[in-house]
Structures are given as structure tokens and as C-alpha cells.
């Protein structure tokens, strides 16, 4: 995964101070080059009548925002431990998933870091609408991480969900390099979505599909090349849950997982303007970062 650029976008939300922390970690093992970006909102003054003297008022209290989100930057990439990295920093006013997608394009970033729900979603089950919108729409692929305790953090096991299609070649090929960088364990998983007294009444036939997903599995590793997987530990597994998302999820939090890998969309052809809702459930209950990536990208 070439990440010579990597691009955090931040709202002051402590979701995206988290996110900043995996910044600082990959910059540090590929020498990337941080750009920490801000967007301030405008007021929306179009169906308003307003003085020309409140305008100017309003334009000053903006500029204000601006300077105060620049030092708010400014401070957080000031404190990291970067060995040799180049950082830059940029507030811009917009709408927010507009200008990070705009930004992403104009500097070339390889890589966009931001929180999961932001600021007003604090203990709410969804997604932010702009993180939301840009896992949709960018083209590169998106870190999207979720506020936890503690400052040590590391990915030492990372999870590649798999429907079985050859779309997880992207993302196994992802975690490959990662595994090298981070001397990391893969778990391969594919959920069979059956209903649990399937698993009581016909044992001998959900053992028979445990066995065909593991086969398949490890014919999807069968067509990477040895040299690409040498001295890399790869763990298939198979589990039976009635959600896909349900059953990533809960092999997240048994395993201790430390990062996800996932494209945004299955094999049910949706539009590449929807994020697929198995990676939407997975990415907003995820106790852990989600590293997506959009097909066609």
C-alpha cells in the first residue's frame, strides 16, 4: 500500500484525535508526509436579507474560526513523535465531506484518516453523515476510527472479512503489506449467515459448509503469490452467525482485533454512491478501526 500522503481530517471531536494517533503510527512506518485539514462551516445567508454590516460582522467571526482551527491544528501535529515526516496544514470553509474530498484529490493523498461519528454523535449508533459520505465517495481508501481509552495502540491482528468473491483479493492485498509493516497476524473470516437452530437440527450439513467456506478460503490464499504471504501467519476461519455484520463484529471483540480491512460494498452490484450495508454496520459497531476502500477506486 503506498502511502506517501496521508490526509486527517479533523473536527475537534475526540474521535478524530483518535484517529490522529493512527496517523502518527503509519506516517512513522511508511515516512508519509501529514496533511491535517479543518473545515469551518459558513453560515447559509442565501434566503436572508442581511445587512452589509452584519455580513462583515459575520465574515470576522469566521476568520476568527479559521485562525483558532489553524493553532487547534497546528498544536496536535506539534505534539506527535514523527521521525522525519513533513506535515502541512490547511482550514478550509465548506462543507465538510465536499472539501475533504476536494482536498484528498487536489494533494494526492493516499490515505484519509478521520473519527467515525464526530462531533453531536458521541453515544449514538451511526455513522457521521460526512464520514458516512466520504467512505462513499473517495477515492482512496478511508481510515475510519472510533474513540477508546488508553494511548497504547498498535496492529499487531488484523481482519479481513471475505463474502467469498474475488473482491477480497484488494483487501487481503492490503493487509499483506501491513502485516509486513507492523509484523501483523491475518485472520481471513467468512460468516455463513444461517440461523442458529440450523446449526441444532442439521449439524452434519453446517459442518459440510464449514468445510467447503474453508476450502474456499484457502483457495483465495492458494492464488497470492508465496513469496507475497512468506513468514506472514494467515488464520482462516469460518463461524455461523444470522448477520454478517453481527458475526465480524463479534470476532472483532473475541480476538482482539486491532484493524479492519473491508471494501465498502458485497457482491450485490449497488451503486458506488452507497456504502454496502454489511461495511456500514461493521464500520459503526467496530470497537476498532475500519480501513476501507471502495470498488473501482
Known amino acids: 500500500m503506498e502511502t506517501k500522503k496521508i490526509l ?63 493553532e487547534r491544528i497546528n498544536k496536535a501535529l506539534k505534539q506527535l513523535e514523527l521521525k522525519e515526516t513533513k506535515w502541512d496544514i490547511l482550514v478550509e470553509t465548506g462543507v465538510p465531506h465536499k472539501e475533504i474530498l476536494r482536498v484528498a484529490e487536489e494533494e494526492k493523498v493516499d490515505l484519509i484518516a478521520m473519527g ?49 468473491s474475488e473482491l477480497t483479493s484488494i483487501s487481503l492485498d492490503l493487509a499483506i503489506d501491513l502485516a509486513n509493516r507492523f509484523d501483523s497476524t491475518i485472520y481471513l473470516l467468512h460468516v455463513l449467515q444461517l440461523h442458529h437452530s440450523y446449526e441444532i437440527s442439521t449439524s452434519k450439513v453446517i459442518e459440510e459448509l464449514r468445510m467447503l467456506a474453508l476450502k474456499e478460503l ?39 482485533i486491532d484493524l479492519i480491512i473491508m471494501t465498502t460494498h458485497g457482491r450485490n452490484g449497488l451503486s458506488r454512491f452507497i456504502l454496502g450495508s454489511v461495511a456500514e454496520k461493521v464500520i459503526s459497531e467496530s470497537p476498532c478501526p475500519v480501513l476501507a476502500h471502495r470498488l473501482g477506486r
Open 116 to 164: 467515525k461519528r464526530g462531533l453531536g454523535l458521541k453515544d449514538r449508533i451511526l455513522l457521521g453523515s460526512n464520514t458516512n459520505k466520504v467512505l462513499r465517495m473517495a477515492k482512496v481508501p478511508v481510515l475510519a476510527v472510533r474513540h477508546k481509552k488508553g494511548d497504547k495502540i498498535d496492529i499487531k491482528k488484523v481482519l479481513v472479512p471475505t463474502d467469498l
Open 218 to 256: 484457502r483457495s483465495q490464499l492458494d492464488r497470492i503469490p508465496k513469496e507475497k504471504t512468506k513468514g506472514i501467519n494467515i488464520r482462516e476461519k469460518v463461524t455461523l452467525f444470522l448477520r454478517a455484520w453481527f458475526g465480524i463484529v463479534h470476532f472483532t471483540e473475541e480476538e482482539g
Open 8 to 70: 486527517w481530517a479533523s473536527d475537534g471531536s475526540k474521535e478524530s484525535d483518535e484517529a490522529l494517533k493512527y496517523v502518527e503510527l503509519f506516517a512513522n512506518k511508511y515516512s508519509s508526509e501529514i496533511i491535517g485539514l479543518s473545515v469551518v462551516q459558513p453560515i447559509d445567508l442565501n434566503r436572508l436579507k442581511v445587512p452589509p454590516e452584519v455580513k462583515k460582522e459575520l465574515f470576522s467571526i469566521q476568520a476568527i474560526l479559521k485562525k483558532k482551527e489553524y
